[in-house]
C-alpha cells in the first residue's frame, strides 16, 4: 500500500503549490481554488492504511495534506504584513477554512435528519 502513499504525495506536492499560486495573485478566482482545494483534500482524505496492531486506521492521506500545507503556511508566514500575495494567501486560508465549516456544518445537519 505504500505505493499509492507516494503517489498521492506527488499529486499533492504538485497540485498545492499551483492553487496558493493561482490565490496570491487574485482574489477573484479564491472561489474557485477553494473548491480545488476541498476536492484534493477529499481525494487526500479517503487514502487510509491499517495500523500495525490492526484495531484501527492510520490516515495517511490526511497526514500527507496537512504536511504539505504547513509548508506551503509557513513560507507565507515569513513574509512581512502588508504584503499583497501574504494578504491574499491569508484571506484565501479564512476562505478555505469557510468552505471546511460549512461542508462539515451541512454534512452533521444531513446526518442528524437521516436518523
Known amino acids: 500500500m505504500p505505493i499509492p502513499t507516494v503517489s498521492l504525495r506527488d499529486t499533492v506536492e504538485t497540485t498545492l503549490p499551483k492553487i ?6 487574485s482574489i477573484a478566482n479564491h472561489q474557485k481554488n477553494c473548491v480545488a482545494l476541498y476536492k484534493l483534500h477529499l481525494t487526500a482524505s479517503e487514502l487510509r492504511q491499517s495500523s500495525s496492531n490492526g484495531n484501527g486506521e492510520k490516515l495517511v492521506g490526511e497526514r500527507v ?4 500545507i504547513c509548508d506551503m503556511l509557513s513560507r507565507v508566514l ?3 504584513k502588508g504584503q499583497a500575495v501574504a494578504d491574499r494567501i ?5 476562505a478555505y477554512i469557510k468552505v471546511l465549516v460549512e461542508k462539515s456544518t451541512f454534512s452533521l445537519d444531513l446526518h442528524s435528519y437521516t436518523n
Not at 496558493?20 to 495573485?25: G, T
Request: glycine share 6%; net charge negative; charged share 30%.
Open 78 to 80: 515569513l513574509v512581512k
Open 90 to 94: 491569508a484571506k484565501f486560508l479564512g
Open 65 to 68: 495534506f496537512e504536511e504539505t
Open 20 to 25: 496558493f499560486d493561482q490565490a496570491q495573485s
